[in-house]
């Protein structure tokens, strides 16, 4: 039946031609959503964001399920709680994807019921939607070897 409609062109019916360009940008986009997912899940698991359960087949890990994922910017994906999580418990998890997406932090936003949107920001974005106060000394001050005193250990940082 397919070969129909590589052969034939219909003028009412749709093109099924997309194009190179349009399959590759396809599965571009879920091989990022299934890195996301994959991400999500490790770090869910690393962080004891997860139910374990033993059944007679083994142990069965499940943790909160991701929806939609969208490439952006910014970058934004949706999960599920779990029964008994609060949307805190998932900012340890999304801000490990965020890090290996390249971002700086995320924005947790409730959507409805159970489910949550996250949106991965990235450093103007985290600029401004955390307010953050303007030291006037630095921190840390570099260790310079006329600084140092007479004797002391030397960094090599």
Do not use: Y
């Amino acid at each position: 039946m397919s070969w129909i409609f590589r052969t034939a062109s219909f003028p009412l019916m749709p093109s099924f031609r997309g194009g190179a360009e349009s399959r590759r940008r396809e599965a571009i986009a879920r091989a990022f959503e299934a890195d996301v997912r994959r991400e999500f899940r490790a770090a869910a698991e690393f962080l004891g964001v997860r139910t374990k359960t033993h059944v007679a087949a083994g142990v069965t890990i499940t943790t909160p399920r991701i929806g939609g994922v969208e490439m952006g910017p910014p970058v934004t994906f949706t999960v599920e709680l779990m029964p008994g999580l609060v949307p805190s418990d998932l900012i340890a998890p999304a801000r490990r994807v965020a890090e290996a997406l390249g971002g700086r932090d995320v924005r947790i936003e409730s959507i409805a019921g159970r489910w949550l949107r996250v949106v991965v920001l990235d450093e103007i974005e985290s600029a401004r939607s955390t307010a953050r106060r303007i030291r006037s000394r630095p921190l840390a001050t570099p260790c310079t070897p006329d600084s140092a005193p007479e004797g002391a250990p030397h960094s090599f940082r």
